[in-house]
Nanobody
Framework: QVQLVESGGGLVQPGGSLRLSCAASGSILNFNGMGWYRQAPGKERELVALIIIDTGTTNYADSVKGRFTISKDNAKNTVYLQMNSLTPEDTAVYYC?????????????WGQGTQVTVSS
């Protein structure tokens, strides 16, 4: 069973930055893709950013394009989410996700989440 451990959340003022990390218990090269999701109180969990592991291709939600950057370090088995120009609307629990496709079936793993609060 893959374990994903997020870190880097916290309280930041509007306009500030945070970098989230997601450390996998094994090689991230075993995954087809990894991503960051977030869930704000009373809202559904939404995709923020994803990265295809073998190509490095990235994709972002419209709400974070130009402000957030997802990246990976294969040697450290870690995926990052650099978040800049944060607004109160970015406040949420951020979850790391990893997907491995075996045959025709996707197997998804989740981290425990890390709280990001943007407030003055």
């Amino acid at each position: 069973q893959v374990q994903l451990v997020e870190s880097g959340g916290g309280l930041v003022q509007p306009g500030g930055s945070l970098r989230l990390s997601c450390a996998a218990s094994g090689s991230i090269l075993n995954f087809n893709g990894m991503g960051w999701y977030r869930q704000a109180p009373g809202k559904e969990r939404e995709l923020v950013a994803l990265i295809i592991i073998d190509t490095g291709t990235t994709n972002y939600a419209d709400s974070v394009k130009g402000r957030f950057t997802i990246s990976k370090d294969n040697a450290k088995n870690t995926v990052y989410l650099q978040m800049n120009s944060l607004t109160p609307e970015d406040t949420a629990v951020y979850y790391c996700n990893a997907v491995q496709i075996r045959g025709n079936f996707p197997f998804s793993s989740w981290g425990q989440g890390t709280q990001v609060t943007v407030s003055s």
